[in-house]
C-alpha cells in the first residue's frame, strides 16, 4: 500500500514569509510525528498527534511552529514568519498507535525547506 | 544534552566484512531501542529494534546488542554489501514519552567494493 506521503519535496522561501508542510500519513495509523532534521545533526522531535487526544507540543522551538490534524488524517505543519535557522528537512512518521510502549514509525521523504 | 550519542560521523568498510556502528545513551528510562537507515533524499527506513529487556537482536546479516549497564548499544552489520551504504541513526523511546523517538546525529557508513 501507500506510504507516508509529504508535500512539497523541496521548498525555498524568503525570510519573514510563511510555509505550509503537509503529510499524508498511512491509512489507519492514529499516531503522527513531526520531526527535522537540520544540517549535521539528527532527527529532532517536533509534535506528536495521537487519535482525538490534545497533541504533545513539547518539540516545538517557538511560537512561530504550529500542526493540525484533521480528521485525524492529513497534517499541516505551519511555520509562520520563517527564519534562516528554520532551514531543514521536516519529516513526518506516522504509526498504528501511539506510545508509551513503541510502535514502528514509517517515514515520509521529508520536505527540504530552504530559508533565503 | 544529547540523550543519544553517535560518537563516529562516519565509518568505512571493505565489502565482506564486518561493520560495527555504536550508540550510547544517558537516559536509563529508555526502554526500546532502534536503528534506522536512511538513503540521501529519502525519508528513515526501520531496519531493527531491541528491548530493554533483551541483550541481542538478529535479523539476517544485521544483528543488535544492547549493554544497559553501559548504555550502549551497537549495529553489526555482516558480511557489509555496497548497498548498506547509507547514514544509520540510533533511536531510542521509553516510559514518559509518548512514543516519540530520540535520534542520535547518525553514522555515514560506507562499503567499499
Known amino acids: 500500500g501507500a506510504g507516508v506521503s509529504q508535500s512539497p519535496s523541496n521548498k525555498v522561501t524568503e525570510k519573514g514569509k510563511d510555509v505550509e508542510l503537509r503529510c499524508d500519513p498511512i491509512s489507519g495509523h492514529t499516531a503522527l510525528y513531526w520531526y527535522r532534521q537540520s544540517l549535521g545533526q539528527g532527527l529532532e522531535f517536533l509534535i506528536y498527534f495521537q487519535g482525538n487526544s490534545a497533541p504533545d507540543k513539547s518539540g516545538l522551538p517557538s511560537d512561530r511552529f504550529s500542526a493540525e490534524r484533521t480528521g485525524g488524517s492529513v497534517s499541516t505543519l505551519t511555520i509562520q514568519r520563517t527564519q534562516q535557522e528554520d532551514s531543514a528537512v521536516y519529516l513526518c512518521?506516522?504509526?498504528?498507535?501511539?506510545?508509551?510502549?513503541?510502535?514502528?514509525?514509517?517515514f515520509g521523504p521529508g520536505t527540504r525547506l530552504t530559508v533565503l | 544534552d544529547q540523550q543519544v550519542k553517535q560518537n563516529s560521523p562516519s565509518l568505512s568498510v571493505q565489502e565482506g566484512r564486518i561493520s560495527i556502528l555504536n550508540c550510547d545513551y544517558t537516559?536509563?528510562?529508555?526502554?526500546?531501542f532502534l536503528w534506522y537507515k536512511k538513503y540521501p533524499a529519502e525519508g528513515p527506513t526501520f531496519l531493527i529494534s531491541?528491548?530493554?529487556?533483551?541483550d541481542k537482536n538478529e535479523d539476517g546479516r544485521f544483528t543488535v546488542f544492547l549493554n544497559k549497564s553501559a548504555k550502549h548499544l551497537s549495529l553489526h552489520i555482516v558480511p557489509s554489501q555496497p548497498g548498506d551504504s547509507a547514514v544509520y541513526f540510533c533511536?531510542?523511546?521509553?516510559?514518559?514519552?509518548?512514543?516519540?523517538?530520540?535520534f542520535g546525529k547518525g553514522t555515514k557508513l560506507s562499503v567499499k567494493p
Open positions: 537516559n536509563s528510562m529508555f526502554d526500546y
Open positions: 533511536a531510542a523511546s521509553g516510559w514518559g514519552s509518548q512514543g516519540n523517538l530520540i
Open positions: 512518521a506516522s504509526s498504528l498507535a501511539g506510545g508509551p510502549s513503541y510502535n514502528e514509525q514509517f
Open positions: 531491541i528491548s530493554s529487556i533483551k
